[in-house]
């Protein structure tokens, strides 16, 4: 089956640095990808849908700037946190879909600890 | 086991027994909807999905049921088992590959 790689599975950094966390669809070619955030006890907040070649779209309420995101292949996607803030710890999961099957496909998540 | 009303988070039940998880979706234009598990630390992992030209749609262990009038899905568990202890998700999309999810029901299975 469709499997979607994502890396790191948890990172701590200092607040103001950067994070950068990849999402590879390893066995399909991802045209489009998505980036969610998870709060404890919460449910998945779709952030922005990422498309390879061009800008991502991004929800409403969710800064471009700080969630940078780049879709330069049909099998990777990356989502960087610039400027970490506490604020920004969460858990972060990238979906694929698949063009073929219509399926979505998840990563295993990041969780992200800005200290 | 059942989850009274359309929003309770929790649902316990006995090992062995049916579990019922209800999900009330809001678009009533959406018309894929998925089922999802989510395990702690973990990505939501698919269980069933169904389109809105379905009422029913039966898996291993797993049935969804759509009610589009009332904008109703659940997600039935046969024969609970400690593994199926998680937190489960229903999903809609209208179309344009968007998934919108639901709160989520935390199942808790006991021995």
């Known amino acids: 089956g469709a499997v979607v790689s994502q890396h790191p599975s948890w990172v701590i950094c200092k607040s103001g640095t950067s994070v950068k966390i990849e999402c590879r669809s390893l066995d399909f070619q991802a045209t489009t990808m998505f980036w969610y955030r998870q709060f404890p006890k919460q449910s998945l907040m779709l952030m922005a849908t990422?498309?390879?070649?061009?800008?991502?779209?991004?929800e409403q309420g969710v800064e471009k700037d700080k969630f940078l995101i780049n879709h330069a292949s049909l099998t990777l996607s990356t989502l960087t946190v610039t400027s970490a803030h506490p604020e920004d710890s969460s858990f972060y999961i990238c979906?694929?879909?698949?063009?073929?099957?219509?399926?979505?496909?998840f990563g295993s998540g990041t969780r992200l600890t800005v200290v | 086991g059942e989850s009274v009303g359309l929003h309770l988070p929790t649902l316990s039940v006995q090992e062995g027994d049916n579990s019922i998880i209800n999900c009330a979706y809001s678009n009533s234009a959406s018309d894929y909807f998925i089922w999802y598990k989510q395990e702690s630390g973990k990505g939501p992992q698919f269980i069933i999905d169904?389109?809105?030209?379905?009422d029913k749609r039966q898996g291993q262990r797993v049935t969804v049921l759509l009610n589009k009038t009332v904008k109703h899905l659940s997600l039935q568990i046969a024969a609970t088992q400690p593994g199926d202890s998680a937190v489960y998700f229903c999903a809609e999309n209208w179309g344009d590959y968007k998934l919108s999810f639901g709160a989520g029901t935390t199942v808790t299975v006991r021995a």
């Open positions: 990422s498309n390879e070649g061009s800008k991502a779209t991004y």
């Open positions: 169904i389109r809105s030209n379905m």
């Open positions: 979906s694929a879909a698949d063009p073929d099957t219509y399926g979505y496909t």
